[in-house]
């Protein structure tokens, strides 16, 4: 089964021009104090291609430098955003995948390209970062613990040297985290070293193991349908 919970922040109000084809049952969740949430669930899941009303101008992969503890890490990222003037107002997501030795930047570029890609109210942008020691980043020998990953994903956004510390100077920015990822970030946003406008926490591997690390092509589905019925 794949769930997702929304974390709205306070005086926050955002609406993604995203739209999933999956039956979805909402019911409400007060998990934390002052922390409302909207679960939904669904026991079906639509690994399709969407659909896309616009281009995507600019797709950039780079590496940030990330500094911990004498190590220097090299951190795997993609940029995507139109080039270009627009008089929409701008607002960024960070996305980041399910901590999983098979998860990479990949489980969320088809979602990442789907958003930056629509001509709605707003110009979406998206960066779509690897964990260390996960994806395409370095891995170095680490205590990869919950506190590790925290201070990562605040540096990573926070950090001088930051490579989107120009998009989010003004808070304007949602988190995309998949299964622990999202816990990781809801832990930082509490202590209040992040401050997005709002978390979408999905559920772990939601878009699939089997499907990230082997394809998605005809052949493939047949047998992760065998799989599923076991």
Partial sequence: MASAAFLR???????????????FSPQSLCLLKNLSFTVKASTSLDY????????ISKSNSSSWKWKFEGNSVNIHFERLEKDGA????????????TISDVSTVEEWRLVAEEIVGKNGEINWSA???????????????????????????VDFVSAPDSPIS??????????FGGGHAATI??????????KP????????????????????????????GLLRGT
């Fill in 9 to 23: 922040l306070p005086s926050s109000s955002f609406a993604l021009p995203f739209k999933s084809n999956r039956p």
């Fill in 48 to 55: 399709s291609a969407p659909s896309k009303s616009a281009s």
């Fill in 86 to 97: 627009d008089d929409r107002p701008r607002k960024n997501i960070l996305m980041v995948p």
């Fill in 127 to 153: 960066t779509i970062v690897d964990w260390p020691g996960l994806g395409y980043s370095d891995r170095p020998k680490l205590d990869y613990n919950a506190g590790v990953m925290e201070r990562f994903l």
């Fill in 166 to 175: 120009n998009f989010v100077t003004d808070n304007e920015y949602v988190v």
């Fill in 185 to 194: 970030a809801v832990r930082a946003t509490k202590s209040g070293s992040l």
């Fill in 197 to 224: 406008k709002a978390i979408a926490a999905v559920a772990p591997t939601w878009a699939g193991p089997l499907p990230i690390v082997f394809g998605r092509d005809s052949n493939m589905e047949t047998r992760y």
